[in-house]
């Protein structure tokens, strides 16, 4: 694995021990991960398996692989029943970032180079704010997917 972001966060590490102890004091939201399914990247010459473009390497279906440097994981799917060669990448990231707040702020416990999705922001808010996050659907699991296919 490789980290392309690790300087300014190891400046940090000392500070945050420091605040370890206070980790109940303000509402910490926990990161929450969102899933989504994308047709995969295939190599012309290499079918039947994904193409890992962030670390220029091939996939076997139901392998996984870490999106770093960002912050997300992918598994190279392939559809049940599916003898097409139509790979899937299910892609699980950290989700959309909350609207700002003034009240709330990145916590130094957020780790960018940790593996996914230990990864995540962190946010800390003074106490009776609370984020909002943008709405955006939730995608079914690759079992589910046919059912509501609508073409
Ligand atoms: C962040 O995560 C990496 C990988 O797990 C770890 O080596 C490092 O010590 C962590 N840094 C902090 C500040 O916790």
Redesign the pocket.
Known sequence: MKFFLCLS??V??VA?SAAEDKKDATATERPKTFRRLIPADVLRDFPGVCFASTRCATVEPGQTWELSPFCGRSTCVKPEGEETGHLLELVEDCGPLPKPNPKCKLSE?T?K???FP??CPIFECEAGATLEYPEIPTVAPPSAEKKDAKA
């Open positions: 966060v190891a940090l590490a945050v416990k780790n180079t940790a593996s230990d990864c």
